[in-house]
């Protein structure tokens, strides 16, 4: 390798790491100006929007711009399935068709009673022959939420206050939609957080529905390779790029070395790659053919196992259980949740482990770990710093739409200002508050005059702030 090459790749690598710190301390700033300007556009919008909407409705203009205007109007219940994406990509199936699949494979399987659930990724592609499996956290209790989920005090409408286009948590089969539907929110599009947790729905709901729009980025971003690179580095015949590292040494040279892994930025689109370009432009993005050949690959699954460890490691979290995909604080976790708070860009490097394994065949792995961080940051009140991207980025990384209404209502029932909670519809929220309500307690006293016993009810006990043994479950 020539000097010149040496010193190219090296004026480069600090040309990033200048770039990314630049960013990472003008983001809070670059945050609360969108904030600002997303509320002028609400305004704007809301003066705008009455005008605009009486005179298309004075020249019969149609809301739906992708019908014809001389086409019939085609009901809900007669819409046909293939036009409910509005891009369609080859290889990809939109959120509803995925999940009636899944539903039709487990109606059709024998399963052994309250002991193995089949999970299904959002897109609905087979993930291990027989499915992956996860232990319920309590089995009475788990079945009794499936049921609550699936009753028709769940349907949300578009009208609600915090309701997201970008999320279709709560939707149910007969409503899923790919196209964005707009709905105007005078209270929501006021709250900052409702605003960030908008934008960081924009971006799960592009990985959940495997990147439907990549096709048409392909064409300004540099050819694909063909040599897969991302599974020849996981089969250990092609070493990181600029780095040099073969797998094995990443496993068994790295490990505990945390300065390394905290201050070395290109290794992270190696180890957990996606199908984005992350900020090592050396790291190729992950195709549907590195994919294929990934899942069918023991050896490249037991490497990103191994490479999950590792990074738990470096968090102070430890896997104690390689079936479920539970963890638990290691022993050094006061330290390293001291590094975690205090480097916040590990928040997206948990984030992209957690697209990583919804793609590469781990994710039953997803709702253990995102459980973990709600339990450490809403209950015992640890790693502040990780909070935000645990509600906005990690709860909707899960792939599985059961788990994700379990994370979505344990966050609630354990979040301090509930008033302040933007991350479900505020119907849904209206309804768990009333159920931590306690029922009237009566009791008999005697009358002071008589000496009769009176019934008294205990009509003005309110719970604000739930005990956490009675939320788990």
């Known amino acids: 390798m020539s000097a010149l090459s040496v ?44 005008v605009v909407g009486h005179a298309f409705a004075a020249i019969g203009w149609r809301k739906d711009p992708g019908r014809s205007r001389h086409e019939p109007e085609v009901s809900g219940e007669d819409k046909p399935a293939a036009t ?28 052994e009673p309250a002991t193995e659930l089949p999970w299904c990724d959002e897109g609905g592609n087979e993930l291990e022959a027989g499915g992956c499996r996860v232990e319920p956290m309590c089995e009475d209790e788990d079945e009794d939420e499936d049921d609550e989920f699936g009753s028709k005090e769940y349907r949300v409408e578009t009208s609600d206050e915090l309701y997201c286009c970008y999320d279709s948590t709560w939707e149910t089969e007969e409503e899923q939609e790919s ?42 971003n540099r050819p694909l390779s063909d040599d897969k690179p991302n599974l020849m580095f996981y089969l250990g015949l092609k070493p990181s790029e600029p780095d040099g590292i073969y797998i094995h040494n990443f496993h068994y040279e790295w490990s505990g070395q945390y300065d390394t892994l905290e201050y ?51 968090y102070g979290i430890e896997l104690c259980d390689e079936e479920t995909g539970e963890v638990r604080r290691a022993s050094n976790w006061r330290d390293r949740f001291n590094n975690l708070n205090s480097h916040t860009h590990n928040n997206l490097r948990i984030t992209r482990i957690l697209k ?15 459980r973990f961080f709600l339990e450490e940051t809403l209950v015992h009140r640890e790693l502040p710093a990780v909070k935000d991207s645990v509600l906005n980025y990690f709860v909707f990384a899960v792939l599985d739409k059961r788990q ?25 929220q209206r309804m768990w508050s009333r159920r931590l309500m306690p029922e009237p307690q009566k009791c008999l006293s005697l009358d002071s005059e008589g000496g009769e016993a009176k019934d008294k009810t205990n009509e003005t006990a309110t719970v604000n702030h739930p005990d956490p043994s009675y939320i788990l479950y």
């Not at 509005?86 to 939109?94: I, L």
């Not at 959940?208 to 300004?220: A, E, T, V």
Request: charge should be positive.
């Open 7 to 50: 010193l190219y790749r090296l004026v480069r690598q600090v040309v990033l790491l200048m770039a990314w710190s630049v960013y990472s301390r003008l983001s809070p700033l670059i945050a609360w100006l969108w904030g600002k300007l997303g509320l002028l556009w609400c305004c704007i919008t809301a003066m705008v929007r009455p």
């Open 84 to 111: 409910s994406c509005s891009v369609e990509v080859e290889g990809s199936e939109c959120e509803g068709q995925y999940e009636a699949v899944a539903e039709e494979r487990v109606a059709g399987s024998q399963r």
């Open 179 to 220: 196209t964005v539907r707009s709905t105007w929110r005078p209270a929501a599009s006021r709250h900052y957080k409702f605003s960030r947790f908008e934008n960081a729905a924009r971006d799960m709901q592009n990985y959940r529905h495997d990147y439907p729009s990549q096709i048409r980025l392909q064409r300004w």
């Open 264 to 314: 070395v930025h290109t290794y992270i689109q190696w180890l957990f790659p996606l199908q984005e370009q992350g900020m090592n432009s050396e790291a190729s993005p992950l195709t549907k053919e590195e994919i294929k050949g990934f899942l069918e690959n023991s050896t490249a699954k037991e490497n990103l196992l191994k490479s999950y460890k590792l990074m738990l490691d470096f």
């Open 356 to 370: 990583c394994q919804g793609t590469l065949g781990y994710p039953h792995y997803q709702a253990p770990l995102v």
């Open 404 to 428: 994700r209404r379990h994370l979505i209502k344990f966050a609630y029932l354990n979040y301090e200002r509930k008033d302040e909670f933007v991350w479900c519809p505020k119907k849904l």
